[in-house]
Every structure is written in structure tokens, then in C-alpha cells.
């Protein structure tokens, strides 16, 4: 039984070194791509295009999960034997949500006065979003069964896919639209490539399946997760759209050039919290291992948010020899002093990384979509004062001041759920016979 057990769940270290590896592998390259090549070829303006565009997709792709991955990854790591049923019911979900995501981006960038090639930038922009979106379906269950390493093989081929159909359009052509067009047959192709995949091999999708009662049961679990997911794509991507329809294109432009460094080291929180540490944390609680959970939690925090922050001291003081390594146009200049303030974000993003999956593996997603509908709020409205007052930079300071409020709000909801037994059993579609 244990050995058994010790296949079909591999060591969270090995798993961790699987994803870590692979980031490894295509991380730079990727980030020379969408951060270097893209600012040097297209511009501070098409650049700027490029991250509003991608921004603004982003948050209304939102809607397609409506918390099905999260949902799904807890729930699925509580009861494998049910990754069938979650595949094929939310996978039709989730493409019919695809279409009427990306319709209403297109309507949404009209009303903002896009036109011409901008949009046709947010319609390649909404299909690589999309593609995007799909993908995280299923490597959430490649994180529900814990096979990152399947996980770690799909985003190395992902990123190569992204990137050769990218690159061939970027330098043919050196427009944001057409370079966004060859992202999205990019990730068209892997989109295809991992549900085949997970179809093949971890879910077999089945029309038999396929159930408005289960869809229905499932919706009152998933709305928290969907709100939650819905307000963190817009806490982390509503500044890029504010700053290009307050101030412009080139000024998106330049905070994109700071921000994406930031995004590049999302890596972390991404392959520890979500990837590693949630599902099994979603396991521990139902089995109501306390100590083990603990255990789990206080070793993610110690460790993330001791790396978190040396790295963002190292960042802070080498910004400006990497905005020049990017691209030595004094048009970026004004990124430096943006990516000094940002970097300071980034410890507390990391300890909000592990402290979510926590709240969420308890049962806690309401909670968290309340708070983060507030921190929503706060940022929208501090960017609505920060950007015309103080320019990118403004807009730098307004995403530090949410993410410290949210990590002791987490930190005082974990004690108190922990003080109260948040290891009793919850109930789940899962759970029910």
C-alpha cells in the first residue's frame, strides 16, 4: 500500500524540481521574447499596445474559469477517481464561457476606442488568453494527480510553440497585432495538444458524462472561486489598462517594461504555492492531518518569503542595469525608478501565494473573494488618485499597499480557522455520493 501510494503521489520535492527545471529551461527565453525582443522591435508604443492589449484580455478571459481550476484541483486531489467527470463537464463549460469572453473584450476595447490594428490586437490577444486559459485547466489536473512532471513537459513545449510562431511574426513584420497573432497559433496548438493529452491519459472525456445536475451542484462551490479568480485578474492587470487610457501608450509601454520583469518572477509563488504545495495541502486537510499541515505551511512561508525578499532587495538595486539590458532606449528610462518601487510587491505577493492555497484548501475561497473584492477597490481607486498625480509610479506604489493589507488579513483568517478546527471535513461535490 505504501509503495504504491509513494508512486501514485510523488515527493514534493521531486515534483517542485520537475516544474522548477523546466521553468528553468524556457523562463529566459521566454522573457527575452516577450520583454526584450518585443520592447526593441516593437517600440515603446506597439510594446505598450502589446501589454494593454494583453492586460485587458486577461481580465475578461477571467470569466471563462469561473473558478473551475482551483475547484477542480482541490476536489480531484480529495477523490482522483472523479477527474473524468470534472474534465469533460467544466471542458464543455469552459469553451462555451470562451466565446462570450472573448466577444465581450472586443466590445469592451470598442467602448475604450480601439480601433484598426489595436484591435485586432485585443482579438489575438483574447485568443491567446483563451488558449491560455484552457491550458490551466488542464494542468490543473495534471496538479490535482500530482504529475508535474507532465506538467513541466506540456510548459516547455508551450513556450516553444509561443515562441518560434511569435518570433517569425515579430521580426517579419515588428507590429503588436501580428505578433500576437503568432502567440495565439501557439498557443492554439498546445491548448489542442494538452486536452488531447489529458483526455488520453489522466481523464477520459465522455459525453455519458456530461450532466446539467452536476454542473448545477458544482456552480455553488465554484462561485467564491470564480469571484476570487475574477478580482485577482483585475487587481493585477487593471493598472496596465488605467495607465494606457490615462496617459497613453508609450507610458503602458514603459510600466510594462518594469512590470514584466515582476510577472517573470511569478514563476516562484506559481510552482510552490499552486502547483506543489496546494494540492497537497488539499490533502492533508482531508485527511485531517493538522501537524502535517502545519508542518507544510510554515515551512512554504519561511522558505518563499525568505527567497522572495532577497530577491527583490538584489532587483531593486540592479534595475537599472536591467531595464538597459532590455533595451538601452532612453524611452524606458522611466521604468527603473517603476521596477524599484514594484519589486517591493513581490515578497508579499510570494507569502499571499501560500497563505490563498492555505485559506483555499480549508474550504475558505468566500472569505477570500470578499477580501479581494475589496483590495480590488482600494487599488482601483488608489490608481485612479496615484497615476494622474504621480505617473507610472503612482500606479507602482498603489499595487504595494493591497498586497500588505491582504497578508495580515490571510495571516489572522489562517489563525483563526486554525483556532476553530479548519481540519473538520467540508463539503464538496466530491463528498457527495
Not at 529566459?28 to 499596445?49: E, H, I, K, Y
Not at 513541466?152 to 517569425?168: D, H, N, R, S, T
Request: aromatic residues 10%; proline residues 4%; charged residues 10%.
Amino acid at each position: 500500500m505504501n509503495g504504491r501510494k509513494k508512486e501514485r503521489f510523488p515527493s514534493l520535492i521531486r515534483n517542485i524540481s520537475w516544474l522548477g527545471a523546466a521553468n528553468v529551461a524556457v523562463k529566459p527565453f521566454w522573457f527575452l521574447f516577450v520583454t526584450a525582443a518585443c520592447m526593441r522591435l516593437l517600440g515603446v508604443s506597439g510594446f505598450g499596445v502589446m501589454n494593454a492589449a494583453l492586460s485587458l484580455t486577461m481580465i475578461a478571459t477571467s470569466f471563462v474559469n469561473l473558478g473551475m481550476t482551483r475547484y477542480a484541483v482541490r476536489e480531484v486531489s480529495r477523490a482522483p477517481d472523479q477527474a473524468p467527470r470534472f474534465f469533460s463537464n467544466f471542458m464543455v463549460l469552459r469553451l462555451g464561457n470562451s466565446i462570450v469572453a472573448l466577444a465581450g473584450a472586443l466590445v469592451v476595447a470598442s467602448v475604450l476606442s480601439y480601433q484598426g490594428n489595436a484591435l485586432l490586437a485585443v482579438l489575438f490577444a483574447g485568443l491567446y488568453a483563451v488558449g491560455l486559459n484552457v491550458t490551466a485547466f488542464c494542468r490543473g489536473i495534471y496538479q490535482a494527480l500530482e504529475d508535474l512532471r507532465q506538467e513541466a513537459v506540456m510548459l516547455v513545449v508551450e513556450k516553444a510553440l509561443v515562441m518560434a510562431c511569435g518570433l517569425i511574426l515579430l521580426v517579419t513584420t515588428r507590429t503588436a497585432h501580428l505578433t500576437l497573432a503568432g502567440m495565439a497559433g501557439g498557443m492554439v496548438a498546445t491548448t489542442a495538444l494538452n486536452v488531447w493529452w489529458v483526455n488520453r491519459h489522466f481523464a477520459r472525456f465522455s459525453l455519458r458524462l456530461l450532466s446539467g445536475r452536476f454542473l448545477k451542484s458544482s456552480v455553488r462551490f465554484m462561485i467564491p472561486f470564480g469571484l476570487a479568480g475574477l478580482f485577482t485578474a483585475v487587481y493585477y492587470r487593471v493598472d496596465m489598462v488605467m495607465i494606457e487610457a490615462m496617459l497613453g501608450e508609450t507610458s503602458a509601454g514603459q510600466y510594462g517594461a518594469a512590470y514584466r520583469i515582476l510577472e517573470a518572477l511569478i514563476m516562484l509563488p506559481a510552482i510552490v504555492a499552486t502547483a506543489a504545495v496546494y494540492p497537497r495541502l488539499a490533502r492533508l486537510q482531508s485527511t485531517m492531518d493538522r501537524t502535517g499541515f502545519t508542518k507544510l505551511l510554515r515551512q512554504s512561508l519561511v522558505g518563499l518569503g525568505g527567497l522572495s525578499t532577497l530577491i527583490s532587495v538584489a532587483l531593486a538595486l540592479l534595475a537599472p542595469l536591467v531595464i538597459r539590458f532590455l533595451d538601452p532606449d532612453p524611452a524606458y528610462t522611466p521604468a527603473v525608478a517603476a521596477l524599484q518601487i514594484l519589486v517591493w510587491s513581490y515578497p508579499f505577493f510570494c507569502v499571499n501565494s501560500v497563505l490563498y492555497a492555505a485559506l483555499v484548501s480549508v474550504n475558505d475561497e468566500t472569505f477570500i473573494s470578499i477580501f479581494l473584492l475589496g483590495a480590488v477597490v482600494v487599488n482601483v481607486g488608489l490608481n485612479l488618485f496615484m497615476i494622474p498625480a504621480f505617473g507610472i509610479n503612482g500606479a507602482a506604489y498603489a499595487t504595494i499597499a493591497p498586497e500588505i493589507v491582504l497578508t495580515f488579513v490571510y495571516i489572522g483568517r489562517m489563525r483563526f480557522r486554525m483556532a476553530r478546527g479548519a481540519m473538520q471535513p467540508q463539503e464538496g461535490v466530491s463528498e457527495r455520493p
